[in-house]
């Protein structure tokens, strides 16, 4: 098995922060549904922040993530890995200092990974 190019992670907090703006940027301009951004930074050493959105259609989630890896090849001369593309059901993007993941609404709500990745940041009511 081949494996894949490493992603790299920026080494100041201040790049990290440019492009989690940028990915909540461009996810709004292509109205994403639901947008939530769970801080990692401190938490895990996978990335700073994961950001977790929903498309209305297959073709939408598809749309979202092909321009989002564009704009952070443009913007921030980054290379994204991508997984999920073709299916579009669920599509990770790996932009090293932030993970999104764009989902269809249906599986989005089968996988919860709000839930997952909270660590313990909700209110009690909401467990």
Known sequence: ????????RSSDAEGAEALHRLVLSS??????????SIP???KSSIADHMVIASGRSTRQVAS???????KIKAECGRVA???????AD?????????????FRPEV?????????????DAPAGEA
């Open 1 to 8: 098995m081949a494996s894949s190019p490493q992603v790299s």
């Open 27 to 36: 996810l709004d301009d292509d109205q994403a549904v639901d947008t939530v």
């Open 40 to 42: 990692l930074a401190g």
């Open 64 to 70: 979202m993530a092909s321009k989002l890896a564009e």
């Open 81 to 87: 890995r991508i997984e999920g593309l073709p299916t």
């Open 90 to 102: 669920w599509v990770l993007i790996d932009a090293g200092d932030v993970i999104v993941h764009l």
């Open 108 to 120: 989005r709500s089968f996988y919860n990974l709000e839930r997952m990745w909270q660590f313990g």
